[in-house]
């Protein structure tokens, strides 16, 4: 009998450290350290909260095309669902506001559910043939004018309440960090809603639809000013965390910082910057565990095979589109969540900056340059891609500078150089995506 006859058969052995891994999380890092040291500490730090909310959006986006193979290209809106979230759940309601028409606002809204409601039960329920159709066409054309006299009325009333200051309903007035969850939530219903109708389409059709809905949410967002006032933005969004006035107002922080010889000031500033960071590594951690125990378990394998081959897996009796939707309204809640995470840090709500460059395009990238079907991959791909997207602009301008210091002023050939610093972003993004494709198809941290 041989030595490994003794073994179970089931028994497996525990997976040796990846060398590589931990040497690609140590060289950005090193990128994260080197900007302190070269360029100020506060740099470095909101760079590297932005990256943690950035990972965590590679991290729902590797849910749904890692997992299963879900090209869903309308990340920005689920990200905007979030930060939504943020104004509805922690500003203060106005109370003029709600005084002047908040409740036909409610009952618009209510009123435009339930003529849709009528419309689906009509349709289950009553025989196939013209007076169904005629029922559709009353109930909806019926609601739909009923809808718009309670709703326009109560929009109108609403946006008169000094619009330059105020202009919409306002929020609950609740701890901001409750918005997170709450952003989640807010995703997954609207992933519920697309995903009960987009996902029966093929892939590139799905990809369109969610491109489609997340702009429809967009402008949603620009144009309602009842809801988060437009493209007013909203502002002063509550945060968990201390303002840098009070911890300088606060003597025994202004005693500790001149104790350590640091400048009260900017102390105050990296302080509330790290107590971001803490948070925001907590929820990081608590999501990459989740999803650790999810890919390993059967339900990971499951979804893998679905996505390796989705008619094998129907023969086996598996629910593909069942499951399907199970995972983009995961990912989803975690784009949301996100969103949320991302407006509570910046203290405000700007739907303007909703582009799909940056909540779309780039959010792909780090989850191809990371690794996809690979959690820490997607992770590390987050805090790769998001400091070269922040620092090389900067760094090609130096570069731009270097190259033409020999160069007379007014050339032409100079002044196009330096000019064209400000596409190094773009050019990066392109040249790296490039690379690891080729080098590296599977990404840096290639799914085991």
């Not at 039960?121 to 718009?148: C, D, E, K, Q, T």
């Not at 303002?243 to 105050?268: H, K, N």
């Not at 700007?350 to 460059?357: A, C």
Request: glycine share 12%; proline share 5%; charged share 10%.
């Amino acid at each position: 009998m041989s030595a490994d006859a003794s073994i179970p058969a089931n028994t497996t052995a525990p997976r040796p450290p990846d060398t590589r891994a931990l040497l690609l999380f140590a060289l950005v890092a090193c990128l994260f350290i080197g900007t302190g040291f070269a360029q100020s500490w506060n740099t470095a730090l909101t760079i590297f909260n932005m990256g943690l909310v950035s990972a965590i959006m590679a991290l729902g986006v590797n849910m749904q095309w890692g997992y299963a193979g879900l090209f869903n290209v309308g990340v920005m809106g689920f990200v905007a669902l979030g930060g939504l979230a943020a104004v509805l759940v922690s500003m203060p309601p106005v109370g003029g506001a709600w005084a002047a028409g908040g409740v036909r606002v409610l009952l618009g809204l209510v009123l435009g559910a339930a003529t849709i409601v009528a419309a689906i039960l009509a349709w289950s329920r009553l025989p196939p043939g013209r007076m169904r159709g005629i029922a559709m066409i009353v109930i909806l054309v019926s609601g739909f004018f009923l809808y718009r006299a309670v709703f326009d009325a109560g929009v109108a009333a609403v946006e008169a309440v000094d619009p330059a200051a105020t202009g919409y309903l306002g929020g609950l007035g609740l701890p901001v960090i409750l918005a997170w969850p709450v952003g989640g939530l807010l995703a997954a219903g609207a992933a519920w809603i697309i995903g009960k109708t987009a996902l029966g389409l093929r892939s590139d059709y799905l990809a369109i639809a969610t491109l489609g809905i997340a702009e429809i949410i967009i402008a949603v967002l620009k144009n309602e000013d009842w809801l988060a006032r437009g493209v007013k933005n909203v502002t002063g969004i509550p945060r968990p965390v201390p303002y840098e006035v009070d911890l300088q107002r606060s003597e025994g922080f202004v005693a500790f910082a001149e104790r350590i010889g640091a400048d009260p000031v900017t102390f105050s500033s990296i302080m509330v910057k790290l107590s971001y960071a803490g948070l925001f590594i907590i929820v990081l951690i608590g999501l990459i565990w989740l999803a650790e125990k999810a890919l390993n378990s059967p339900w990971g394998r499951m979804m893998r095979a679905i996505r390796d081959n989705e008619t094998a897996a129907e023969a086996m009796g598996k629910d593909v589109k069942a499951r399907h939707l199970q995972v983009f309204i995961l990912g989803s809640a975690v784009c949301g969540l996100a969103g949320a995470m991302m407006t509570t840090l910046d203290s405000q709500l700007v739907p303007g900056t909703y582009q799909p460059l940056r909540f779309t395009f780039l959010v792909w990238v780090m989850v191809i340059v990371g690794g996809s079907g690979n959690n820490w991959g997607a992770v590390l791909g987050g805090f790769l891609i998001w400091w070269l997207w922040i620092m090389v602009e900067p760094l090609g301008l130096g570069l731009m500078r270097g190259i033409t210091a020999g160069m007379p002023e007014g050339s032409w050939l100079r002044d196009h150089l330096i000019d064209s610093a400000a596409y190094m972003r773009l050019f990066t993004m392109g040249l790296i995506l490039l690379l690891v494709l080729r080098f590296s198809p599977r990404g840096l941290i290639p799914e085991r």
